[in-house]
């Protein structure tokens, strides 16, 4: 893989005018965005080793899954290969329409990670592989949402990328796209402070060596 032209930006957040950018991004470009990002062979090895596998681990066995930017259906074809029950959602129309077309018998819904409309308890587990683009602003709420659907002991994976500053953009044949960095220390605050437990959690590099590193974990839902 060439090296992804990248910067990091100084803004103190996400701004609503960076996600738009994003989101058109992902409708225009959802296709190489997805065999580049999503479904090459390098990725998929990667997300099955710091994704998938640690969430096997601790998720209830064929327990009904939220896959929270599900982008074009690349985990939740293998979480539904491993007899889990998913649900897909992502901010993108374009993404949505390309895992219809790579998932055909896949569930998906477009909807803002910020504002879910589920009932308390509704799932066994929340699978979000990338809140990337919800600013930090609304992380915290956004984490009590989630634990608030998770039923007792529900189990949350999260994936977000590190850095030293608040902002990264990227630009590539996928588009321009803007995403949210967090400190490791800022990330296990947050959900402390949400009502979860860690239970594990991995620095590991992005499939571009060049691009900021990913903060993986799986925490548990307190009683």
């Known amino acids: 893989m060439k090296k992804t032209p990248y910067k990091l930006l100084d803004d103190d957040d996400l701004t609503e005018t960076q996600i738009y950018v994003t989101i058109q991004s992902f409708d225009r470009f959802s296709q190489e965005y997805a065999e580049k990002w999503e479904w090459n062979p390098d990725t998929v090895k990667e997300v099955k080793k710091y994704n998938i596998q640690p969430f096997i681990k601790y998720a209830k066995e064929k327990g009904n899954v939220l896959l929270v930017g599900c982008r074009s259906g690349r985990d939740y074809d293998l979480l539904t290969k491993e007899d889990f029950s998913c649900l897909g959602i992502d901010f993108s129309y374009g993404l949505l329409s390309e895992a219809v077309k790579r998932v055909p018998a896949g569930l998906f819904i477009r909807l803002d ?14 699978y979000a592989d990338s809140l990337t683009l919800v600013p930090k602003r609304d992380i915290k709420q956004v984490l009590k949402d989630y634990s608030i659907f998770l039923k007792k002991k529900g189990i ?7 850095g030293e ?24 605050k947050m959900l402390n402070s949400a009502g979860f437990k860690v239970l594990w959690s991995k620095v590991s590099k992005c499939t571009d060596l060049v691009l900021p590193e990913w903060f993986s974990l799986v925490a548990q839902k307190n009683p």
Do not use: C, H
């Open 156 to 162: 949350l994976y999260l994936s977000l990328k590190l």
């Open 113 to 126: 990670p910020r504002s879910l409309p589920f009932m308390p308890e509704s799932f066994s587990a929340i």
């Open 165 to 188: 500053k608040n902002v990264l953009l990227i630009e590539d044949e996928a588009g321009k796209r803007y995403y949210t960095l967090y400190k490791k220390e800022e990330v296990l």
